[in-house]
């Protein structure tokens, strides 16, 4: 048994004015436990705010990679979209959104890079600047296609703030048909340690080039492609979580019905992912979706607590219980249930194995709607 001393508790916990100033002892008997906490006690919860997940857990550098987000953030380039500027050159080539001819139909949008005989290309900003650091090795993939005769390699490069290029790859010759390229960048030992540089494409020559789905990926928690931050993953590890709540908060329901957390267009290839707008003003790419969160509970050794759609919206659309358009999200609930926790040879499960998680995971609760 240890005892402590604490003075004037009265003006910590708000006794009665007459005991303030007053001394009580307390007693802790180290050797009688009390009420045991079962294990599955603390956990986490996250919700797409502030970039947690895009420009935060999922380890993906690039922000808008598919051309979609709302908004423009470059003064005098209103073609652009939003987080992606011209690289200045000589003789300035034409950059354009273009919707013909998508190399899925989830991914609507390509930029096009319209050469005019000179060294062009376009810019990536990342959130708020891609981090830079030396020995460092980078993972670039995109689809690109050439236009009018185009048949040049294209340069993925990291360029620092002060305009010097810490790392340079290029593609092979890039053909006239949509064909996904990946290159490996690799800062030298000397490289600047830095969060405000830009990643750039570019290409020489006549013609056009058209990018899609533009990605840029440092090494991510225990090198599974497409994860997750490790510095941010060590220190949830750390914690030890039993459990984690997803997708959490406002995020589940969405503002409308279109915009709701559609887990059936966020699995399978990133290709396959349209995104939505998310409840905070910007887009989620979507690149983190199911798979991402249940890979995270993998890595953590922790249970999903599976937060369900429950047939309303932040606007307050709602279809009411026991109508029989309710049908489509009870199934849908029902049929995400069983891509977490039914097994591989299930009809949900097969689907879950294809994204690289053969093994069903342990549900023991699920939330109806968002913390009602």
């Given at each position: 048994?240890k005892?402590?001393?604490?003075?004037?508790i009265?003006?910590?916990?708000g006794?009665?004015?007459?005991?303030a100033?007053t001394s009580?002892?307390i007693?802790?008997?180290?050797?009688?436990?009390?009420?045991v906490?079962?294990?599955?006690f603390?956990?986490?919860?996250?919700?797409?705010?502030?970039?947690?997940y895009?420009?935060?857990?999922?380890?993906?550098?690039?922000?808008?990679?598919?051309?979609?987000?709302?908004?423009?953030?470059?003064?005098?380039?209103?073609?652009?979209?939003?987080?992606?500027?011209?690289?200045s050159?000589?003789?300035?080539?034409?950059?354009?959104?273009?919707?013909a001819?998508?190399?899925t139909?989830?991914?609507?949008?390509?930029?096009?890079?319209d050469?005019?005989g000179d060294?062009?290309?376009?810019?990536?900003?990342?959130?708020?600047?891609?981090?830079?650091?030396p020995?460092?090795?980078?993972?670039?993939?995109?689809?690109a296609?050439?236009?009018?005769?185009?048949?040049?390699?294209v340069?993925?490069?990291i360029?620092a703030?002060?305009?010097?290029?810490?790392?340079?790859?290029?593609?092979?010759?890039v053909?006239?048909?949509?064909?996904?390229?990946?290159?490996t960048l690799?800062?030298?030992?000397d490289?600047?340690?830095t969060?405000?540089?830009?990643?750039?494409?570019?290409?020489?020559g006549?013609?056009?080039v058209?990018?899609?789905?533009?990605?840029?990926?440092?090494s991510?928690?225990q090198?599974?492609?497409?994860?997750?931050?490790?510095?941010?993953?060590?220190?949830?590890?750390?914690?030890?979580?039993?459990?984690?709540r997803l997708?959490?908060?406002n995020?589940?329901?969405?503002?409308?019905?279109?915009?709701?957390f559609?887990?059936?267009?966020?699995i399978g290839?990133?290709e396959d992912?349209?995104?939505?707008?998310?409840?905070?003003?910007?887009?989620?790419?979507?690149g983190f979706?199911?798979?991402?969160?249940?890979?995270?509970?993998?890595q953590?050794?922790?249970?999903?607590?599976?937060?369900?759609?429950?047939?309303?919206?932040?606007?307050?659309?709602?279809?009411?219980?026991?109508?029989?358009?309710?049908?489509?999200?009870?199934?849908?609930?029902?049929e995400?249930?069983?891509?977490?926790?039914?097994p591989?040879?299930?009809?949900?499960?097969?689907?879950r194995?294809?994204?690289?998680?053969?093994?069903?995971?342990?549900?023991?609760?699920?939330?109806?709607?968002?913390?009602?």
């Amino acid at each position: 048994m240890k005892r402590f001393l604490a003075a004037a508790i009265g003006v910590v916990v708000g006794v009665a004015p007459a005991l303030a100033g007053t001394s009580a002892v307390i007693d802790v008997q180290v050797d009688q436990p009390g009420t045991v906490i079962p294990p599955t006690f603390a956990g986490l919860m996250t919700e797409e705010i502030n970039h947690s997940y895009d420009g935060g857990l999922f380890a993906e550098l690039i922000q808008n990679r598919t051309f979609q987000d709302p908004g423009d953030r470059h003064e005098g380039d209103s073609d652009l979209p939003a987080h992606w500027s011209i690289v200045s050159q000589a003789k300035p080539a034409k950059v354009t959104i273009d919707t013909a001819d998508p190399v899925t139909p989830a991914l609507p949008r390509s930029l096009r890079i319209d050469l005019a005989g000179d060294k062009g290309g376009v810019a990536n900003d990342g959130y708020w600047g891609i981090a830079v650091r030396p020995n460092t090795r980078y993972t670039v993939s995109f689809y690109a296609k050439g236009g009018r005769g185009f048949t040049a390699p294209v340069t993925a490069a990291i360029v620092a703030d002060d305009g010097a290029t810490v790392a340079e790859a290029s593609t092979p010759a890039v053909g006239a048909d949509w064909k996904k390229y990946s290159v490996t960048l690799s800062t030298r030992a000397d490289a600047p340690t830095t969060a405000k540089a830009k990643f750039v494409l570019s290409a020489t020559g006549t013609g056009s080039v058209s990018f899609s789905l533009v990605s840029l990926f440092p090494s991510t928690y225990q090198d599974v492609p497409n994860g997750l931050r490790p510095d941010l993953m060590k220190l949830m590890a750390d914690m030890h979580p039993a459990f984690i709540r997803l997708p959490g908060g406002n995020y589940l329901e969405g503002d409308t019905f279109e915009t709701r957390f559609n887990w059936k267009k966020m699995i399978g290839r990133p290709e396959d992912r349209p995104g939505h707008m998310g409840c905070w003003g910007y887009r989620s790419s979507d690149g983190f979706g199911l798979p991402q969160y249940l890979l995270w509970c993998k890595q953590l050794n922790a249970e999903p607590v599976l937060a369900l759609f429950a047939g309303y919206t932040l606007n307050h659309s709602h279809v009411n219980a026991g109508l029989p358009e309710m049908k489509q999200f009870t199934d849908e609930a029902l049929e995400e249930i069983e891509y977490v926790s039914g097994p591989a040879d299930s009809e949900w499960g097969k689907k879950r194995a294809a994204d690289g998680l053969p093994d069903p995971f342990p549900l023991h609760y699920v939330e109806i709607g968002n913390e009602d």
